[in-house]
């Protein structure tokens, strides 16, 4: 079974520009949450989706957004960036609310420079 | 709010000796966590875990301590391997199930051959 991917593996931008990363979660899970990991830091949450909803959004600022769509794939949006933003951001799924399973499986991360 | 902290950057152990990795929590509500590990270019793996109902999890070489009253818990991997070299973070397992986990800064462990 394919594990989660994530595209691109790596992406420059300028500061104010707009980034729109991409996710597709394990087979039959429903959830999806992303989080950015800066150097020398855990993965910060940023949001979850269950089922096309939003499910929890963590203290990112509102250039942040993302969305899920019907076959559970999702994208995270950041509008005007700043060099700050310059992180790796992992996508996880899980099987979501209602389950026993709380482990998330992580893909590979999308590592997004600003300059 | 939870924070969730591992206040060794980096632990070095020989191969073959035990190797001891801490997570301390600060809200007692929060009753499951999680370890995962990180090696470079890849996300983070889920490694084992452990329920407030219990204070011990075993699983192989790796087990997991809960000490809810100090609000501390511990990874033991014994014996220790080259391959266990990785970055380890505990993490919450958040306000609802899965998803909104709060993750220490993580611990690098490497193990010496």
């Known amino acids: 079974d394919a594990g989660v991917t994530q595209s691109p593996t790596h992406l420059i931008k300028t500061r104010g520009q707009h980034v729109t990363l991409r996710c597709s979660p394990i087979s039959g899970h429903k959830s999806v949450s992303w989080y950015q990991q800066v150097l020398g830091q855990g993965p910060q949450f940023i949001f979850q989706y269950y089922e096309k909803e939003e499910r929890g959004r963590g203290n990112f600022p509102d250039r942040f957004s993302a969305r899920q769509f019907p076959n559970y794939s999702s994208e995270l949006n950041v509008n005007a960036l700043l060099l700050g933003d310059s992180a790796l951001y992992l996508c996880a799924s899980s099987l979501g609310p209602g389950t026993d399973s709380y482990e998330q499986y992580f893909g590979p991360g999308t590592r997004l420079t600003v300059t | 709010d939870q924070q969730v902290k591992q206040n060794s950057p980096s632990l070095s152990v020989q191969e073959g000796r035990i190797s001891i990795l801490n997570c301390d929590y600060t809200n007692s509500m929060f009753d499951y966590f999680l370890w995962y590990k990180k090696y470079p270019a890849e996300g983070p793996t889920f490694l084992i875990s452990?329920?407030?109902?219990?204070d011990k999890n075993e699983d192989g070489r790796f087990t997991v301590f809960l000490n809810k009253s100090a609000k501390h818990l511990s990874l033991h991997i014994v014996p220790s391997q080259p391959g266990d070299s990785a970055v380890y973070f505990c993490a919450d397992k958040g306000n609802t199930n899965a998803g909104k986990s709060t993750f220490g800064d993580g611990t690098t462990l490497t193990v010496k051959p």
């Open positions: 452990i329920s407030s109902i219990k």
